[in-house]
């Protein structure tokens, strides 16, 4: 527990502890957010907004403002720590209903890798199933179709997108610069030597062989609309999920760790 000493010192208060208050903000969010988004605010106008009784609403607001969330001076507002609180608790709920949605993503990728939970805030995920194996690539296809710019790193290159990116270069609609596994980047030459090669004489496609690598894909893809962050998964099947998301710390977070990846490669020569 926390605690706290009075100005003589001879007394003691214990606060609460912050298990807590977490407790009371997943109870509370919810009144919290009514305060937050309303220009006036009184107890029975709360007890009118949300689907509680009004000694609910009695009960919430003094634990809320007895947790210093909360302040009444003829209308209920928030204060200080109750609009850091709110905000703090509503990006970790985010965060873990990002990560839930995207457990079969996740699942493909060691404990160890390098992620952030960015990544899967607010993101749209598109897994494969067994009744629609094509899912995940087919939702890829159709990034690439309103792409104008893609760079990233790829762990795996599927012969279907190859044919996309290949299309798009040559109608000079979309520039292409990827860090490649070895493995992916000898796989790609030997089987489609002929589109490279064309494709990087049109300077609309940079290649670069990966020193360091991450076990799944990453990019950034712009459109005429947005920048997204995308990861692409991978298991033993194929493709397994897509993760999309126009998030900007997603976007800044995907970009420092393609420029990283992409300062460790060699560029394949035109």
């Known amino acids: 527990m926390w605690k706290t000493f009075s100005r003589n010192a001879t007394s003691v208060e214990t606060m609460p502890a912050p298990d807590s208050l977490f407790q009371l903000l997943a109870q509370r969010a919810d009144l919290m957010r009514a305060v937050r988004d309303a220009t006036t605010t009184t107890k029975p106008e709360l007890a009118?907004?949300?689907?509680?009784?009004?000694?609910?609403?009695?009960?919430?607001?003094?634990?809320?403002?007895?947790?210093?969330?909360?302040?009444?001076?003829?209308?209920?507002?928030?204060?200080?720590?109750?609009?850091?609180?709110?905000?703090?608790?509503?990006?970790?709920?985010?965060?873990?209903?990002?990560?839930?949605?995207?457990?079969?993503?996740?699942?493909?990728?060691?404990?160890?890798?390098?992620?952030?939970?960015?990544?899967f805030r607010d993101a749209t995920v598109v897994n494969a199933t067994s009744v629609a194996p094509q899912r995940a690539t087919e939702a890829y296809r159709s990034l690439l179709a309103d792409a104008t710019r893609i760079e990233g790193y790829a762990s795996a290159v599927l012969d279907s997108v190859v044919s996309t990116l290949r299309e798009r270069i040559r109608a000079g609609e979309l520039q292409v610069s990827l860090v490649l596994h070895p493995d992916v980047l000898d796989a790609l030459i030997a089987t489609h030597g002929d589109s490279v090669t064309d494709a990087l004489r049109t300077d609309a496609l940079t290649l670069r062989e990966a020193t360091t690598t991450l076990p799944y894909s990453l990019f950034t893809l712009d459109t005429t609309a947005t920048t997204y962050a995308c990861g692409l998964f991978y298991d033993d099947t194929g493709h397994t999920s897509l993760v999309h998301t126009d998030d900007a710390q997603a976007v800044a977070w995907a970009d420092r760790v393609t420029a990283d990846l992409r300062a460790d490669a060699t560029i394949l020569p035109k």
């Open 48 to 119: 009118d907004t949300l689907p509680v009784s009004r000694s609910t609403v009695d009960r919430a607001v003094r634990e809320l403002e007895a947790h210093t969330l909360l302040e009444r001076a003829g209308q209920v507002s928030l204060t200080l720590k109750g609009r850091l609180a709110l905000r703090s608790y509503e990006s970790f709920a985010a965060d873990i209903d990002g990560l839930d949605a995207a457990d079969a993503a996740l699942a493909t990728v060691p404990a160890d890798a390098r992620m952030d939970t960015v990544l």
